[in-house]
């Protein structure tokens, strides 16, 4: 589903490659865990599968297609099949939590839609927002104001609104930091059985490795922009 | 001087203000999304709007005139055209700095540019967007005092009447009114802060005076004509000898204006901050402070060339009066901002409030301080052009002189040369910005 | 250049034409009159030119809406695309209006036919005639007044002095701005018109002790009421008689908000005068 070949990142000025020949295949309907500490390349990787970091050499295809940050046409597709969980899961906080999940659909709306979206929902699309926020178990809270959500409901939301999306891939950035122990799993749970019952391919970065573990079918270790050990693939 | 003959003109003043606001608004709204989408062209729109600036009201105006005819239709469009221009370079700012990440992870879901910034950049600025709004509408009305002369009315055709007239009574009422008009319209711009969908109050006002100005002809094809025969831009052998001097009246007006304003300002700002003085005086230095900064350079301009004369002297006092006003104000700003603890520690050498403040909130505020008054350097560059027509000189009297002699050609030299100037303003603003910041 | 003499006929067959159909008022018919107030009048609220709109309006059975705006480039510009019917402009802005857009000059109070300008100075001031100003700072009122800036401007320079390489001179904007720089003492003198001169020291605007005068510019043609040019004769001469018919025997506060005593006939071929000079000097 995702095949990263040689890819090498390089951030002007930076001393050393932030990610430096990464090989790295994930197969449709799996689940992997990339583990490593702050600045080990993580989130760069994430960034670069979904087209906001131009690689210096090697390549990412994403179903068979390559991702090329210079055609803004194709690149806007194969994002339609990217859901992006943010780190800070970066919601427009001004808006109403129904909204922030409908911003998944922006993609496959055009910018009209998008302005008469921002001013009047239809029922059809309040109907859609409630049945997708009650799949994360937070359906009463359409009508809120994001700003007005703690941590662990953010993170809620930042996943219905990968799955108003509909994607084919998911990339999750550390979807479980600054949670305790116990939320966190909660959230697990809850993305990685969206991704099953979506059959929806799941890349998520992770500091834990137990629960990377546990919840993840490969778990692979980057260090300073290598690949490090890697746990047998399992066949999904 | 009966109610209705004051009437008239404050109404004719909010109704073309308002008007010109609300067009604005609805017109540069849409082309700062576009330029904050960085479209194609973006950068070409961006320029045309500081070259629009560049225009004094004035010259709009009167273009204006050409197009609409003469009326209040003239006036609501110069300020219109005048305040689309810096509504959409302003809210294309704001837009920018919306927080990256909020974008991109709209970006991600494959969304268009106009879309990031309809669902993600404008939702997000909305408090700045209509505190800016509000803020412009403050600005219309002082400006309205200037294209009033266009037939629209006002209370700045009143003033300048009775200017003319040596009716010094109706001057002072007239300034004490328009002095009123900006304090309620200040003290609406602080409640929309509060409550930013005030600001749609001034919907209603707009289509009022919208239907209250409708145009009495609408002469494209003579407007097209006229503007086309103001092409190219011709300066003969006298002007081009003149220049040289025209440019550095202009300078002068503007950083002998500024200079004398931070002057004043430092000592009223202090004055004014809720630390050092005590609170009724504090209280009455800023509502001095308020006096000052709510009537327009051009007015101040106007009174001054009866007291002082005529010349750069006069323009350079008009600015330093208007923009002490404004300085004082936010250089009070930045000293209240000095982190207290700072200041308890030269009061604890048993320091007096005026050592405390001279050698406690001035340096510890100057950043601010400095940044504030680079800035309105910047803005006085402009509008010494602007009271140049007033008989200040520099290039503005020469623009405006040129202008009321129909020598069109040249009128369109000094534009370009004034945008040129607003232009060159701006990247040194913006440079010593740069610098400035940590 | 038309024969003015020979148009106002035309007028006058169309006019009693025009005026054997009885027409109403609408406000599609409304007639637009745009009014500058000239130096030393007092600005103009509405309701102090509500007898002169009312006047118009019943001679010439329209709707008449009175504008007034402070700035004559405006002005000219609104005859030229058809915004104003009707205007009062200076002598200078007449012809700048004749030349851009083809105005017709219709009537002219008595006194526009002689104005003077005043050279003034202060009292104690060695200024003696205009070769002395050579090298001095010195005052004109609006760049755009005939009696302010033009007709001084032409007497300078037939006394030998060039206006631009002798004096330093600024425009004051108006003609009691002009007064009062130079009775402040902030110029050594300034040229100004003799009807505001008048009534400022009449009325103790203007200090007597400390302004005098010292030159008297020749007598010239100055403001007159115009038509735009393709406005339909009948109106223009219904318009230019009813200003024909004030009397101050009858009409005396009309009179007075135009500061007039009597009107006459204009013509372009008066003009021809100051054309030459303002055409000289490069203002036209």
């Known amino acids: 589903m995702i095949s990263v070949e040689r890819l090498v990142v390089r951030f002007p000025g930076a001393a050393r490659a932030a990610l430096n020949g990464i090989d790295l295949d994930v197969l449709p309907g799996e689940r992997l865990a990339i583990l490593g500490a702050s600045g080990s390349g993580k989130t760069t990787l994430l960034r670069a599968i979904a087209g906001f970091v131009t690689p210096v050499s090697g390549r990412i295809l994403v179903d068979g297609r390559v991702i090329d940050t210079h055609d803004a046409k194709a690149l806007r597709a194969q994002r339609r099949r990217i859901g992006m969980i943010a780190q800070s899961h970066d919601m427009v906080e001004r808006l109403s939590v129904e909204r922030n999940v409908l911003a998944g659909k922006l993609g496959a709306w055009s910018a009209w839609h998008a302005l008469r979206a921002l001013v009047h929902l239809t029922p059809g699309e309040r109907a859609e927002a409630k049945a997708i926020l009650e799949r994360v178990g937070i359906g009463d809270f359409g009508r809120r104001r994001t700003g007005s959500l703690s941590g662990g409901e953010r993170q809620r939301v930042a996943i219905a609104r990968a799955l108003a999306q509909n994607p084919r891939v998911v990339l999750a950035d550390e979807p479980i930091a600054s949670l305790d122990e116990d939320y966190a799993r909660r959230i697990l749970e809850l993305l990685c059985r969206a991704a099953e019952e979506e059959r929806v391919t799941l890349v998520c970065t992770l500091h834990q490795p137990a629960l990377a573990h546990e919840f993840f079918h490969r778990v692979v270790r980057l260090d300073r922009g290598s690949i490090g050990e890697s746990s047998p693939p399992l066949h999904v | 001087m009966n109610v209705l003959n004051l009437a008239i003109p404050v109404w004719q003043t909010l109704a073309m203000a308002g008007a010109g606001t609300l067009i604005a608004v609805a017109l540069g709204a849409p082309l700062a999304a576009y330029i904050a989408a960085r479209a194609p062209g973006a950068r070409a729109i961006y320029l045309a709007l500081g070259a629009l600036r560049a225009i004094p009201d004035l010259t709009l105006a009167i273009f204006a005139v050409v197009v609409v005819g003469i009326g209040p239709a003239a006036g609501v469009t110069a300020l219109a055209v005048f305040y689309t221009a810096m509504v959409g370079k302003m809210f294309a700012e704001l837009l920018g700095t919306v927080s990256r990440p909020v974008l991109e992870s709209l970006e991600a879901t494959g969304a268009s540019k106009f879309s990031v910034v309809l669902f993600g950049a404008l939702p997000s600025a909305s408090t700045d967007l209509l505190t800016f709004g509000a803020y412009a509408f403050e600005c219309a009305i002082r400006a309205s005092v200037v294209v009033g002369a266009v037939g629209a009315g006002g209370i700045g055709t009143e003033i300048v009447g009775s200017i003319n007239a040596l009716d010094y009574r109706r001057v002072a009422v007239l300034i004490a009114v328009l002095v009123g008009i900006v304090w309620v319209v200040d003290w609406f711009g602080a409640q929309v802060r509060r409550q930013p969908l005030l600001a749609l109050a001034i919907v209603p006002l707009g289509v009022a005076g919208l239907i209250g100005s409708k145009p009495v002809v609408f002469a494209a094809a003579h407007a097209v004509k006229t503007f086309a025969a103001m092409w190219p831009p011709v300066l003969d052998a006298r002007a081009l000898a003149a220049l040289p001097v025209a440019i550095f009246e202009t300078l002068e007006i503007a950083v002998v204006g500024t200079g004398l304003a931070a002057l004043f300002a430092i000592q009223l700002g202090l004055i004014a901050a809720r630390r050092f003085a005590p609170a009724p005086v504090a209280y009455a230095v800023r509502r001095v402070l308020d006096v000052l900064r709510s009537v327009p350079e051009v007015v101040v301009g106007l009174i001054l060339v009866v007291a002082v004369g005529i010349g750069p002297l006069a323009g350079a006092l008009a600015l330093g009066i208007h923009s002490a006003g404004v300085l004082g104000k936010l250089f009070a700003e930045s000293v209240e901002n000095v982190p207290v603890a700072a200041l308890d520690a030269l009061a604890a050498t048993g320091a007096g409030s005026v050592a405390i403040a001279t050698y406690g909130g001035v340096p510890l505020a100057l950043g601010p301080i400095v940044e504030h008054t680079l800035f309105r350097l910047e803005w006085n560059l402009r509008t010494a052009t602007v009271v140049g027509m007033i008989g200040a000189g520099g290039i503005g009297q020469a623009l405006f002189n040129s202008q009321q002699t129909f020598h069109y050609h040249e009128m369109l030299a000094y534009v370009l040369i004034t945008w040129g100037f607003v232009l060159s303003a701006e990247a040194l603003g913006k440079r010593f910005a740069s610098t400035l910041a940590p | ?284």
């Open chain 3, 1 to 284: 250049m038309h024969s003015s003499r020979k148009s106002f006929f035309a007028l006058a067959g169309a006019g009693a034409f025009a005026a054997a159909l009885p027409r109403a008022a609408s406000a599609a018919d409304t007639i637009r009159v745009g009014m500058i107030p000239d130096a030393g009048a007092t600005q103009v609220s509405i309701d102090e030119k509500a007898p002169l709109r009312e006047f118009l309006a019943r001679h010439m059975q329209r709707l008449v809406d009175l504008i007034i705006p402070t700035n004559y480039n405006a002005t000219v510009e609104a005859l030229g695309n058809g915004s104003l019917d009707f205007a009062y402009l200076g002598g200078l802005t007449y012809l700048q209006a004749h030349a851009r857009y083809g105005v017709i000059p219709l009537v002219q109070r008595v006194s526009d036919r002689a104005f003077h300008s005043l050279f003034i100075t202060q009292t104690d001031s060695p200024l003696k005639a205009l070769a002395d100003l050579k090298g001095k700072t010195f005052a004109f009122g609006d760049v755009n007044s005939t009696s302010g800036h033009l007709m001084p401007y032409a007497a300078l320079q037939a006394a030998g002095i060039d206006a631009d390489a002798d004096l330093k001179f600024r425009y004051t904007g108006s003609h009691p701005a002009t007064l009062k720089a130079v009775e402040a003492g902030t110029v050594a003198a300034g040229a100004m018109d003799e009807s505001v001169y008048a009534s400022m020291m009449a009325s103790g605007q203007a200090d007597k002790n400390k302004i005098r005068v010292f030159y008297r510019t020749p007598p010239f043609l100055d403001y007159v009421w115009v038509a735009r040019k393709d406005l339909a004769p009948s109106e223009q001469f219904a318009f230019a008689t009813s200003f024909l018919a004030l009397t101050e025997a009858k009409n005396k506060p009309i009179l007075d908000i135009l500061r007039g005593t009597k009107f006459v006939r204009a013509n372009d071929g008066e003009y021809n005068e100051l054309r030459r000079i303002a055409t000289k000097l490069k203002m036209l």
